[in-house]
């Protein structure tokens, strides 16, 4: 028959070019292991941050420095009369006035360095990030899709800066004492909540994109949505831990399980309007502290029991650790309240809620993205 070819016969016909091998996962190699190895840094960096942040608070110098100067605050007093200075402006303070009065040079200083500390620590975070950021633009080492990312986390380091001097300023206010405790909790859960982005950044960069693209259809969605619940639990109780720490609620009821021999401590309302208690009544922010970390608990204990029905080793493993850190933190919490929140235990008590945080965004990222696993179970 006219027009039929032999099967063996060559086409001369012009044909598609072949797809290039690894097009989807291309961006896996070194430019992908580069910019994790950036967010890396970050997150240590700001875990760091976190600590300093904590002792900040625990040792009282967070007003030790009253004005903001992003830039030329990098240099401290270099002469006495610069100390001097300083001081001054620290003694026009209510802090001062009620509760340091008579601070020597040597005192003020001690309480200086921390603060000084702690912002300039949030300076070279912020140099870091510039430089590095540039640094991966002009190598071409940006996976398609991450700059807009990693733009964004300096966009949250630089409102962290400013939500930072927003707390410290209200402290500054006359008849103020410490800086206002629902400042702390904004200031406390924004850097959290930059700690949780980069966790699940490092995450995803760890595997490559073609891969998440498969896992991801094999993923549990009951238990992605369980693990987001824990997550925005745990984002909770750390604001209410801020609450906390800002007005030194876990001072005071320090007997366990009840408050003052009762289950509600008294005078849970006596603030004026009744709101004002959820912010400045030491009884009842410790109350609501304790009562979501009782919650949170069940919750984690409830989700790791529908995760161990789950066919992944991973992911059973992965919300294993998080049910056994809830045990610890939770633990951890009760005896710190109960020595009266001497400031080694409470930041071992932060601590805990950082490596927390992240073991729920990890259980989160496995539930969604499985790994791959054997018949036998290997992955």
Avoid: C
Wanted: proline content about 4%; aromatic content about 12%; hydrophobic content about 50%.
């Amino acid at each position: 028959m006219a027009g039929q070819r032999n099967i063996f016969e060559e086409v001369s016909e012009t044909r598609k070019p072949a797809a290039t091998p690894g097009g989807v996962s291309g961006d896996r190699g070194r430019g992908r292991g580069r910019v994790r190895g950036f967010v890396v840094i970050l997150f240590v960096m700001v875990v760091v941050q976190i600590a300093i942040g904590g002792l900040t608070r625990l040792t009282d110098s967070g007003l030790s420095i009253t004005q903001w100067a992003p830039i030329t605050g990098a240099i401290p007093p270099l002469t006495e009369a610069a100390w001097q200075a300083e001081l001054e402006a620290y003694r026009t303070t209510t802090e001062y006035q009620e509760q340091n009065r008579g601070m020597s040079l040597g005192e003020f200083k001690s309480i200086y360095w921390w603060e000084w500390g702690h912002r300039q620590w949030a300076r070279i975070i912020g140099l870091v990030w510039a430089i590095g950021f540039v640094g991966l633009l002009a190598a071409k080492s940006v996976p398609v899709g991450w700059t807009g990312r990693l733009v964004f986390l300096g966009f949250l380091g630089g409102l962290q800066g400013v939500a930072g001097w927003w707390m410290v300023h209200s402290g500054l206010a006359p008849g103020m004492f410490d800086v206002a405790s629902y400042r702390l909790a904004v200031h406390l859960g924004l850097a959290f909540w930059i700690l949780a982005l980069m966790a699940w950044y490092i995450l995803r960069l760890g595997r490559g994109e073609a891969e998440l693209i498969a896992a991801r259809r094999e993923g549990d969605r009951r238990l992605v949505a369980l693990a987001t619940g824990l997550i925005y639990l745990s984002i909770l109780q750390i604001l209410i831990g801020a609450l906390v720490a800002g007005i030194d609620a876990g001072r005071n009821y320090i007997d366990w399980p009840l408050m003052a021999g009762a289950f509600t401590p008294p005078d849970m309302w006596v603030i004026e309007p009744w709101y004002r208690n959820l912010f400045e009544n030491d009884g009842t922010v410790q109350f609501f502290h304790r009562i979501t970390g009782y919650v949170l608990f069940a919750s984690g204990i409830t989700v790791w029991m529908v995760a161990r029905r789950s066919a992944r080793a991973a992911t059973k493993r992965a919300f294993d650790w998080v049910v056994l850190m809830l045990l610890g933190q939770i633990t951890l919490g009760i005896v710190t309240v109960m020595y009266s929140s001497p400031w080694h235990l409470a930041i071992f008590h932060q601590f805990g809620a950082v490596i927390l945080i992240t073991l729920v965004v990890r259980a989160r990222f496995v539930s969604r993205y499985p790994l791959p696993q054997s018949v036998r179970g290997s992955t």
